[in-house]
């Protein structure tokens, strides 16, 4: 039997050994069970030092910290050289084998992105072969109608009607030459493609990724694209429209899709279909035509709006070339015939209905259509792109207006005519548009004619802005002038610039555009939003002989409204595709014209006016307004009237006169004023157009300049008209046109306005000029003391307000 083991007395030093030095390690609890009595939390007394060798070898003390080097296995070595894989078996990895498994990754992913290449469009192929339908010809024509909407979403018209201006024939009615021209325009290989252009749609998406457009389509892309997938310069719209030229060209012959495509595509003019089109310009059907002829229709499809000959002759005729020069090519043209071709004469353009109502809101239609090409939106994308428009127009403030202009003109004169608009001065959107009830003839609310009175807020605008300004209490004496008038009861011995616009004052208004110039008058009314021309001012200018539309002084006003901030007149709000890509939506933000203190003077300048000429709003709504009369060549006579307005929220303009620049007279004879019927028009339609709507307030008038005294101007007594002595030969017959006997001192010619023409609206006659007014008329814009040949017929007050 082996005899007792060994005692301890040492640690191993390496592997098999022990270290005799080294006494066995105690744990302090133990030593504390020891006879010294010593603390287990007290540090053994009589411990050798330990020598280095034994200090690097000794077990670590319970309170020692260990150090990462315990962990030799975990250390990442220093070095990309150190670094050493090992295989799943534990041995390492060498260079080869890891460059081995880098090439089998790549492989692998080479093989999947191929697979991916080829298995993904088959697999997107079939699924969109399943799901897209194949259009018909009726399909694509009723795609393209364009909607317009009134602002609320309701329904206005639909610019061309559901069937078109199309007549459908058979393939075998289209002549060869006709077909043959069609083909070399758009798709020479038609009969041998497959329906799509590889090669085209390649270019077409290189194209988009560049941020370019354009690309190849065959006729059986074409039909596609009107039918169903939209113009969409996406390769979302190319994947539907190749998938279906596929679809179609399995399921019809060729010759079925040129007969689809030649009944669909549209040539301009309102005309779908190649026998329209046949019509539309040639006046006869499709079997007559020359080849000279098909081959000016065949190169419109590109761009009919466009390339007119009406419209774009060069073009036309370039576009004629290129198709008759790819007939020959093609040999479908003998090559002299088409040498010697003559370019064909088309019928005149004819302005189209195209679902444009024949009442007052085709002026809407029209003015809407006028708006998008303004946008680069043309007559081509409304035929194609079945576009959704939305105006800014409420539909029940237009009813307000036209209901307000036919209350006004029921019983009078036929020969008057009148025109509205409304506008919101915070986005410049018209609210209510009015032309006139011939919604195919012309546009009033565009047309334009003397300002009169109207335009004297824009004197005042540019008073305010003068170095230095002046003020609205600025004192003027507004005593009549020779060849100057005031209206009856406007004349002031002392009267500031309110007082003068509420009383409407010629002379002072005159003499302010005088101290101030006519050229910053001129430049007020623009930067207020007048877009016409106002060349060579000159004082006459403060009574409006410059001409400017309705649409143009709503604007301008609107902007008085806005503080200042002008915003373009608009009424198209938005407008969207088919496939609902919006191609256009309005901007609300405006444009700083002048200060916002600046516009509320003026707008504190005009707020005594309605009430002064009876036109005061219900509850007693503030209202910023100005009237104005344009004075005949006739004596005592007016060529037209104006009234303007606007609360915070709302601006308005009327105008009413004649198509021949002739008087304007009640149905009774009396002259026709701004503050009369157009101020009957204006007053109910703002009455109703707000009468929902909370009492706004103008923001609080701060004045410029010296403040306005606020009290009824001083005036004299207007004088009564000495009648003619009775032995005096009366004359019977009317006044003849023309210039008028000098009515003052020879010698003071009126600067600015040409001789040998009677003066128009407001012009001022200065002493001097032949053209100058009678003693005792008006030469501004309200009621006049008149100087007839015969007494002046009583007024009926119960029909027109007076005064």
């Not at 009775?726 to 210039?739: D, F």
């Amino acid at each position: 039997m082996p005899g007792p083991l060994p005692s301890r007395t040492g640690r191993p030093s390496g592997p098999g050994d022990r270290h005799p030095a080294l006494p066995v390690q105690r744990s302090r609890r133990h030593a504390h069970q020891t006879t010294n009595a010593v603390g287990w939390w007290q540090p053994p007394k009589g411990r050798p030092p330990a020598s280095e060798d034994s200090a690097r070898h000794r077990v670590a003390e319970i309170t020692d910290v260990l150090p990462a080097v315990l962990a030799p296995a975990r250390q990442r070595p220093v070095g990309r050289r150190a670094v050493r894989r090992r295989s799943q078996h534990g041995r390492p990895v060498s260079a080869d084998e890891q460059r081995a498994r880098r090439l089998r990754l790549l492989r692998r992913t080479l093989l999947g992105t191929a697979a991916a290449v080829v298995l993904g469009p088959v697999l997107a192929f079939a699924v969109g072969y399943v799901v897209f339908a194949v259009p018909s010809p009726d399909d694509a024509v009723n795609n393209q109608v364009a909607v317009v909407s009134f602002g609320d979403g309701t329904h206005l018209t639909r610019l061309v009607p559901e069937e078109g201006n199309r007549t459908k024939v058979a393939i075998e009615q289209v002549p060869p030459h006709v077909r043959h021209a069609v083909l070399a325009a758009e798709d020479r290989s038609f009969y041998s493609n497959p329906g799509f252009d590889l090669t085209g749609i390649l270019r077409a998406a290189w194209n988009q990724v560049r941020g370019s457009v354009g690309g190849g389509s065959t006729i059986t892309q074409q039909f596609v694209k009107k039918a169903l997938v939209g113009d969409e310069q996406t390769l979302w719209r190319k994947y539907k429209e190749v998938i279906l030229a596929v679809k179609i060209s399995q399921a019809r012959s060729k010759d079925q899709i040129l007969a689809d495509y030649l009944n669909t595509i549209y040539f301009g003019r309102g005309a779908y279909g190649i026998q329209s089109a046949a019509h539309a310009y040639f006046g006869k059907n499709v079997g007559d035509l020359t080849p000279s002829e098909a081959a000016l229709l065949a190169g419109l499809i590109q761009s009919p709006s466009r390339w007119d000959p009406a419209v774009n002759p060069d073009r036309a005729a370039e576009r004629w070339r290129f198709v008759l020069d790819g007939m020959a090519a093609q040999g479908w043209l003998d090559p002299t015939v088409g040498a010697g071709a003559e370019f064909p004469r088309t019928a005149p353009r004819k302005a189209l209905a195209g679902g444009v109502p024949g009442d007052s809101r085709g002026h809407i239609v029209s003015a809407v259509t006028a708006e998008l090409e303004s946008l680069g939106i043309t007559g081509e994308d409304l035929a194609h792109e079945g576009l959704r428009i939305t105006t800014t127009v409420d539909p029940e403030r237009q009813e307000q207006a036209v209901a307000a202009a036919h209350v006004a003109l029921d019983g009078q004169p036929v020969n008057l005519r009148s025109a509205m608009v409304a506008i919101d001065p915070a986005t410049g959107g018209v609210l209510a548009y009015y032309g006139g009830d011939n919604g195919l003839g012309l546009d009033y609310a565009r047309v334009r004619r003397l300002a009169g009175s109207t335009f004297k807020p824009f004197v005042v605008l540019a008073a305010l802005q003068h170095d230095p300004p002046v003020g609205l209490g600025e004192v003027y004496d507004g005593e009549e002038l020779p060849g100057l008038r005031n209206a009856e009861g406007a004349d002031c011995d002392e009267c500031d610039l309110k007082q003068a616009m509420t009383v409407s004052n010629n002379v002072v208004f005159h003499t302010l555009a005088r101290q101030v110039g006519p050229a910053a008058v001129a430049a007020a009314a623009q930067a207020a939003g007048i877009t016409a021309p106002l060349d060579d001012p000159n004082e006459g200018i403060a009574l409006g002989n410059k001409e400017v539309s309705v649409l143009d002084l709503a604007s301008a006003y609107a902007t008085i409204a806005a503080g200042g901030v002008w915003h373009q007149p608009h009424l198209v709000r938005s407008v969207v595709t088919a496939d609902d890509r919006v191609l256009y939506e309005a901007a609300t933000e405006g444009e700083r014209r002048f200060p916002e203190r600046v516009a509320r003077n003026v707008a504190e300048a005009m707020l005594d006016v309605a009430e002064h000429d009876g036109l005061a709003l219900p509850g007693g709504r503030p209202v910023a307004a100005k009237t104005g009369t344009v004075q005949s060549r006739f004596e005592g006579q007016n060529n037209d009237a104006w009234m303007a307005g606007f609360t915070p929220s709302v601006t308005s303009a009327v105008w009413m006169g004649t198509d021949m620049n002739s008087p304007i007279r009640t149905a009774r004879g009396t002259p026709i004023q701004g503050s009369s019927l157009p101020g009957d028009v204006w007053q109910e339609f703002m009455a109703d157009a707000l009468a929902d709507e909370p009492v706004e307030q103008f923001a609080p008038f701060r004045a410029i300049g010296e403040p306005p005294a606020n009290r009824e101007p001083s005036s004299k007594p207007t004088p009564t008209p000495t009648p003619a002595p009775t032995a005096a030969p009366i004359a019977t017959t009317p006044p003849v046109p023309g210039p008028r006997p000098d009515a003052g001192p020879p010698g003071m010619p009126n600067p600015g306005v040409p001789r040998g023409r009677t003066p128009g609206a407001n012009e001022t006659a200065l002493p001097g000029d032949p053209r100058a007014s009678a003693p005792g008329e008006e030469v501004g814009n309200e009621p006049r003391v008149l100087q007839a040949p015969e007494p002046t017929p009583q007024l009926d007050c119960s029909i027109t307000p007076c005064g």
